[in-house]
């Protein structure tokens, strides 16, 4: 006996609504999960409070208070809820009599400095070297993964600590009052971490489009190196 099937209703797998993107998604999925959207917005408002410190913050980062202020004040005051407290210096005070709510506010833009420069240079140098060895590939490909081996095998530290010694005095050194030398020594030595993501799709890319011209005239060398880079 035959068997026969009933065939679909025309329609019946009609997409009708058009597919999410992937920051559509991810955004989604952020969205669903509590505990992830608390912490972005503890995040933004630590980031806007480092901002606008010096318009928000309630002293003189480097004032120093003392018992015959106005106010109020002395060293290594307590909290205002604890007993001996004081109302205009909400954390308390630090052993030279500064404002340690201030000081947090300050210290504060020092360190998304920190965490956003030298990622940022780092991810730069990664990609564009990733994407150069594996495009061009045969002997820059080579000499650039060996330059990627030298500075992997290179203690961090002592790398950080050579090049603050051999900068100080120097404009360099004195820049930013001496961070910027640590954000670029933070990022020669840890670029290499971010150079072999890009590489296997920048390699497979190079492949399938003519060597000869420059990177420029190729941007789907950028758009199938991004996904394995992220």
């Known amino acids: 006996m035959a068997v026969t099937s009933a065939a679909p209703e025309a329609g019946a797998f009609e997409i009708t609504r058009p597919p999410r993107s992937l920051w559509g998604d991810a955004i989604r999925r952020l969205m669903r999960n509590k505990m992830a959207v608390a912490s972005v917005i503890v995040i933004i408002l630590m980031v806007l409070i ?30 205002a ?31 998304l400095m920190v965490g956003f420069i030298p990622t940022a240079i780092i991810v730069t140098m990664g990609l564009l070297i990733g994407m150069t060895a594996g495009y061009a590939g045969g002997r820059i490909d080579n000499l650039l993964m060996r330059i990627t081996d030298v500075v992997y095998a290179f203690p961090d530290l002592l790398f950080i600590i050579i090049m603050i010694s051999a900068l100080r005095g ?58 394995p880079a992220a």
């Open 50 to 79: 480092a901002i606008f410190a010096p318009l928000i913050a309630p002293h003189d980062t480097n004032y120093m208070s003392r018992e015959a202020d106005p106010g109020g004040g002395g060293t290594r005051l307590p909290p």
């Open 81 to 111: 809820w604890a007993a001996g407290g004081n109302s205009n210096y909400l954390l308390g005070t630090d052993a030279s009599g500064r404002d340690m709510v201030t000081r947090l506010m300050f210290g504060a833009q020092v360190s």
């Open 170 to 227: 120097t404009f360099v050194g004195n820049a930013m009052d001496g961070l910027l030398v640590i954000f670029v020594a933070l990022a020669v030595v840890n670029w290499v971490g971010m150079a072999p993501g890009p590489r296997p799709g920048a390699v497979a890319q190079g492949k399938r489009i003519h060597r000869g011209g420059p990177l420029h005239r190729h941007p789907a060398l950028a758009d199938h190196v991004r996904p």
